[in-house]
């Protein structure tokens, strides 16, 4: 069903932000297409009529009263922070090449 | 080896709390047991000896003040896998991206285990992020079996499971979303138990696949397993997912079960899941082990029949495909940003580039594999093939559950269809690693409850092998009766437990 | 940057423009909603704070943390949808939205995607000439807010340019209700007009609702304007553009008129109109474009396993439909046939976006006069020197109740209650905290007048004469020189009163 090609594992590693080096993607481009191709026969099974299935429990409408809850501090907040500025996170510049 | 780090949980309990030994003590000597082994088990990696003994210390005023323990295992040690949080060790999922990070609050299993009085000595080994059936794909080195230290504990949960066959704890919580406590659980001659999708809250449990990933208890014996069941599980308003049930009374279930009659109970053997004209891949000591314990519970006047649940085979391939898809979405949040590693921050790259980058350096090769397979799988012109056919397989793979449990009361298959493999057998090839976890990977699909139970030894390699048992939802006492009896018969027929027979280390 | 160098020159005039397209519209507004906590967690739903100080693992999205509903968030996205004349889904999910953005700490949205909770309503929307047009709504769904990020370095302190950037997630899993019209067609020179009255009629409606503070400068009410033009006569959509940072309900008609104009350019040069997000520039009225969508934009959307299908009973939707308040254009009607308005009287209160505001003034104890007086005259007047609309004007009908309450007791005289009315627009406080502030009260204590009125009496005493000749129009002189004396504060009426009693005169 399906052959996977070193582009494509390309294009999936930048949607999924993972920097993969060259020698990552020939490995990834064969081993994905054994995986997939193992996988793919799911959909030789299953007709229309079978709905699917997301959770394991058939439980609806669990909700929180709209009331206030204890959060963190903001010292608790930046704690894993690797770097903080004036009580906020602070990160590298947001889509600096692309402008 | 001697006691008291030979001695059950219940053991350990029943004396701490008479004051016969405290639980300092006990502490102490696993402690001791961990700092003389675990260099070559690796089970551990964190070990938190001053919470550790402080807990103890806690537990022993009370009880010398005369107060009643805060529960049936108050005093006990116990390892923690490393993918719950605690807001005072670090939680690394066995990541590099997560090296040294200590989380601010505490996921709801710690705080109850906190509130029990048992003792956590320390975080362990696992799979990155439970990704993986050898624990092999940890970034902090291999968890070795005590059994066999060349070779695999299984995985996700390997350092629980090495721990408790090693000594180092009486028991363990692991986590399982495609067979991560049961198979290492049979790897490594232990109890391993998936509780039902929802009795165990997953608040704090860092998600792998979040329709799947349920924590559970770990325990050299059935009765321990139980009594940390009860400690562990009911329902927590932090987790939508949570069941809002009584917890099943599984400890009097094991009480009962070990009186050894299971005369009136039904129980079927999954065809699909037994070897035979299904059998590839399983190994054939494995199957004799199987059915000798089948015949063993029909000895204790259990009622066996085979059972057909023809869509098992297409769970496999429904489960690499859910479970990659929810841990390409549930682990974009390690970005770099707001907590873990952080790579390439030169002041002039920008939080794109940085994010690439610090995930290449932060995951291991299987996580980006399936990020990357789950990425594909929930892509616009594949979502349907894949991701909804997996979906669907799901269904199917639950009426078969129904259709079966209509017919018995619990469901029995290998745990794994092999024994420990050799460490770096299996790394570089993923489906080979994928089929270990054949026959675990239905329960999670439909939610029930699954556990392992050692079935002894196979008398091919010597190496352990396990029983799975599997319940209907929230029927966890039917499983853990059926198990505690054959965990009785099976050292009486053997003469000795099996834990016996594990080499010194 | 091709934006810069795009001027008005690039444009069509509008009359051409009308003359050869026929606009499409369609409109996405997000509103916050105004519940005490956040829409999966239980921190507070506060508008500004300490940066990051209305945070837990949820909103924060450490590992490990789980999202649980707001049923609060819930009823309200119902009610929205019940109030648009939507149909309630019997059963619906959320959805994850996955792509990587800072200020999203989960790196997807938790949102709703091919099933939300309302679909299939619609708008009345009345227009300033009396014309009312219906405005189909598509889908109303729930979600969060992100966080917000803040740009340091560079020139501007803006995104470009920036050395680094910094992140405050309070905002970050507030509840958010999208509403998402259907294409708007056929609405040809008014399509800006319908667009800017579309909002309007629903700001008006949520919050009559009280579901959200529908701030459009705070961002609790944005505007996204997709507008597209097909040729005359042609049955085919063009391709649209999506303006973001729409910011108030006049940059909405001005955004649209000015995308109609750039594209009728383009497609008049034989150019392509490019599937984009632009951004509305406030000052020249233009829209520039955003940056480049990723090679390829694909959500990955897929069911929120950490979350539980919603399932509302026909029960629930209709205890919820029983809480729904007087709609805005039911008010209306009420109100004109109670306060006996012509349709012009009517639609001026309207028009000026006063008929809401005069009817909650009512409704806090004003009688009608006075109140369509004072938001249709004074208020209206700030309003204007303002810039902003009627109901932008940082004061409540039952503020302006209140001021009308005190003028007519004699307390206040119009004067001294335009000035209560103008701290509390700057923000004093209420009407009796400024007065005692600002120190207005009316001189009502006679023998302090008294003095005055002497003083004032001595002083002119040919007018005296005037007076008690029988000439008491001259009392007039008299009282001027008086609420000189008094600064105003004195109650002219009693003034004149006192006056006239002085001089022996009966008034």
Not at chain 1, 29 to 55: R, Y
Not at chain 2, 75 to 85: E, F, N, Q, S, Y
Not at chain 3, 65 to 72: E, I
Not at chain 3, 262 to 277: F, H, I, N, P, S
């Amino acid at each position: 069903m399906s052959t996977i090609s070193r582009d494509e594992v390309a294009h999936l590693a930048r949607l999924a932000r993972i920097d993969v080096t060259e020698a990552e993607l020939d490995t990834f481009a064969g081993q994905l297409d054994v995986i997939l191709d193992s996988m793919a026969k799911v959909s030789e099974v299953a007709g229309d009529d079978v709905p699917p299935m997301t959770h394991a429990a058939d439980v609806t409408n669990v909700f929180r009263e709209d009331v206030p809850r204890p959060g963190l501090s903001q010292q608790q907040a930046l704690s894993g922070a690797p770097a903080a500025e004036d009580g906020r996170f602070k990160v590298p510049r947001i889509l600096g090449e692309e402008q | 080896m001697t006691e008291p780090i030979t001695l059950t949980a219940a053991e350990l309990a029943s004396r701490i709390h008479a004051g016969e030994v405290s639980s300092v003590a006990v502490t102490k000597a696993h402690l001791e047991r961990i700092g003389e082994v675990d260099k070559e088990i690796n089970a551990f990696l964190h070990v938190d000896t001053e919470g550790a003994l402080a807990t103890a210390e806690r537990v022993d005023a009370d009880i010398a003040a005369g107060n009643p323990p805060a529960s049936p295992l108050a005093g006990v040690p116990l390892g923690l896998k490393d993918v719950l949080t605690t807001s005072g060790q670090p939680t690394t999922c066995g990541s590099r991206t997560l090296e040294g990070w200590i989380p601010p609050y505490d996921a709801t299993v710690t705080r109850k285990l906190a509130e029990a009085g048992v003792v956590v000595l320390g975080k362990t080994n696992m799979d990155e992020f439970a990704m993986g059936s050898s624990t092999e794909n940890s970034a902090y080195g291999p968890t070795a079996n005590p059994w066999d230290t060349t070779r695999v504990p299984g995985g996700s949960s390997g350092g629980s499971a090495a721990a408790l066959a090693a000594f180092e704890a009486a028991m363990s919580i692991g986590t399982d979303t495609g067979g991560s406590i049961r198979q290492p659980g049979a790897m490594t001659g232990t109890v391993g138990v998936k509780p039902t999708y929802g009795g165990v809250s997953r608040y704090g449990l860092v998600a792998f696949s979040s329709s799947l990933d349920q924590a559970g208890p770990c325990a050299r014996t059935v009765l321990d397993a139980a009594l940390l069941h009860e400690i562990i599980a009911g329902h927590d308003p932090l987790d939508s997912t949570s069941l809002a049930a009584p917890v099943p009374p599984v400890a009097a279930a094991a009480r009962s079960g070990a009186e050894g009659d299971l005369r009136g109970v039904r129980v079927g053997v999954v065809s699909e899941l037994a070897g035979g004209e299904h059998g590839d891949g399983y190994q054939a000591g494995v199957l004799r082990s199987f059915s000798s314990a089948v015949d063993r519970l029909r000895e204790l006047g259990a009622e066996v029949m085979e059972v057909s649940c023809p869509y098992f085979r297409y769970a496999l391939a429904a489960y690499y495909l859910i479970a990659p898809s929810e841990c390409s979405s549930n682990l974009a949040r390690f970005d770099a940003m707001r907590y873990g590693l952080r790579v390439g921050d030169d002041g002039s790259a920008s939080a794109e580039r940085v994010m690439s980058r610090s995930r290449e350096e932060g995951f291991g090769a299987e996580v980006k594999r399936r990020i990357i397979v789950g990425t594909y799988a929930l892509s616009a012109g594949y979502y349907d093939a894949y991701y909804g056919s997996a979906q669907q397989v799901r269904t199917l793979v639950t009426r078969d559950f129904n259709a079966a449990y209509e017919q018995v009361d619990v469901l029995v298959s290998p745990t794994a269809p092999t024994t420990a493999f050799p460490i770096g057998e299996r790394v570089d090839d993923p489906m080979a690693m994928y089929r270990a976890d054949l026959c675990t990977i239905p329960a999670n699909l439909a939610g029930i409850p699954a556990m392992s139970v050692p079935s002894g030894l196979s008398d091919d390699d010597g190496l352990p092998v396990g029983l799975q048992i599997m319940a209907p939802a929230l029927a966890e006492d039917s499983m853990y009766r059926v198990a505690a009896a054959y965990e009785r018969a099976r050292d009486e027929a053997a003469g000795s437990a099996l834990t016996e027979h594990l080499p010194q280390l | 940057m091709t934006a810069k160098a795009e001027s008005m020159s690039d444009t069509m005039d509008y009359e051409d423009v009308v003359a050869n397209f026929d606009p499409v519209l369609g409109l996405e507004v997000h509103v916050e909603l105004s519940t005490a906590t956040k829409m999966f967690c239980g921190c507070p739903n506060a508008f500004g704070g300490e940066p990051n100080t209305h945070v837990c693992p949820t909103c924060l999205g450490l590992p490990g943390a789980l999202p649980v509903v707001n049923g609060t968030g819930v009823e309200s996205a119902i009610r929205i949808g019940l109030g648009l004349n939507c149909e309630i889904a019997p059963w619906c999910r959320f959805a994850r939205k996955n792509y990587f953005y800072p200020d999203m700490p989960k790196n997807f949205q938790t949102s709703q995607y091919d099933e939300p909770i309302a679909v299939n309503g619609y708008l009345d929307v009345e227009l300033g000439d009396g014309e009312t047009i219906r405005v189909g709504i598509e889908r109303a769904h729930m979600e969060e807010d992100t966080g917000k990020s803040s740009h340091v370095g560079g020139a501007t302190g803006r995104i470009h340019g920036a050395d680094y950037s910094l992140l405050d997630y309070n905002r970050a899993g507030v509840p958010l209700i999208e509403i998402v019209t259907k294409p708007i067609t056929g609405t040809g020179r008014r399509a800006p007009e319908v667009a800017r009255a579309y909002v309007t009629a629903l700001r008006d409606l949520l919050r009559a609702m009280g579901v959200s503070d529908v701030r459009m400068d705070q961002g609790s009410l944005r505007c996204d304007a997709n507008v597209s033009l097909a040729p005359k006569g042609s049955a085919e959509f063009g391709t649209r553009s999506e303006t973001k940072n729409v910011n108030s309900l006049r940059s909405v008609e001005r955004a649209v008129r000015y995308e109609m104009t750039r594209q009728a350019a383009l497609l008049a040069r034989g150019e392509k109109v490019v599937q984009e997000t632009r951004h509305f520039q406030e000052t020249d009225g233009t829209t520039s474009p955003g940056r480049p969508k990723e090679t390829s934009e694909d959500y990955r959307y897929f069911p929120e396993p950490d979350l539980v299908p919603i399932a509302p009973s026909a029960a629930w939707i209709e205890q919820l439909r029983a809480t729904l308040p007087e709609l805005p254009w039911e008010r209306r009607k009420r109100i004109q046939a109670e306060w006996n308005l012509t349709d012009e009287e009517l639609r001026d209160l309207v028009n000026t976006g006063a008929a809401d505001l005069v009817a909650a003034t009512v409704d806090a104890g004003a009688p009608v006069d006075d109140a369509r007086s004072w938001w249709v005259q004074y208020l209206t007047e700030q309003a204007n020197s303002r810039e902003a609309e009627l109901a932008e004007l940082p004061i409540t009908p039952a503020q302006v109740a209140r001021v009308i309450e005190l003028v007519a007791e004699g307390t206040l005289t119009t004067k001294l209650g335009r000035e209560v009315v103008q701290g509390v627009l700057a923000g004093e406080g209420d009407p009796d905290e400024v007065i005692s502030a600002r120190g207005l009260e009316v001189v009502s204590d006679d023998s302090a007048l008294t003095a005055a009125i002497d003083e004032a009496l001595a002083a002119q005493p040919d007018v005296v004469d005037k007076i008690r000749g029988g000439k008491v129009q001259a009392a007039g002189a008299i009282v001027g020189a008086v609420m000189k004396a008094t600064k105003g504060q004195a109650d002219a009426k009693r003034v004149r009163e006192l006056i006239l009693e002085r001089c022996g005169v009966v008034g």
